[in-house]
């Protein structure tokens, strides 16, 4: 996965004391919208996600759409988890992912100390989701040829 170094150290998680086998769970985190088909695309990758990983996939988001992040971790801990990635669907760190995870996240732990809670760096400042939207753009340059 992602270094954590550049996040706040409120967002990074402890090291934590056991090790739980069980795959942890993943949480993709996005803003959300008020648009209500807006979520499908999420939905999508989220449904990508549970066909390849054995444990726990939710969505979350910040604002207009439900679940909360609270409320996405507390529905994967209920299904079992121990551990939980957060994956910001978030072209980049903005002021969202600097001050409201750290805060959102600080308060999961609060609730839910035996629960390992990791935020991820943006998805789009993965080298593979960059390599993929260049790709994405080049495909959509020669499609107007």
């Not at 449904?47 to 604002?63: D, Y």
């Not at 759409?65 to 409320?71: F, G, I, N």
């Not at 609730?111 to 390599?131: K, N």
Request: one cysteine or more.
């Amino acid at each position: 996965m992602s270094d954590e170094s550049h996040l706040p150290p409120e967002s990074r998680d402890p090291e934590p004391s056991v090790r739980d086998e069980r795959p942890p769970a993943v949480v993709f985190f996005a803003h959300g919208s008020r648009d209500a088909t807006w979520r499908a695309a999420i939905d999508r990758i989220a449904a990508r996600a549970r066909a390849v990983h054995c444990g726990p996939v939710l969505t979350a988001f910040l604002e207009h759409v439900e679940p909360s992040l609270p409320d996405a971790c507390a529905a994967a801990i209920a299904a079992g988890a121990r551990r939980i990635v957060i994956v910001p669907l978030f072209i980049a760190s903005g002021a969202h992912l600097r001050e409201d995870l750290p805060r959102i996240t600080a308060a999961v732990r609060a609730r839910h100390p035996e629960v390992s809670l990791r935020a991820v760096d943006a998805a789009g400042e993965a080298d593979v989701v960059q390599a993929a939207i260049v790709e994405f753009a080049l495909h959509a340059a020669r499609a107007a040829d």
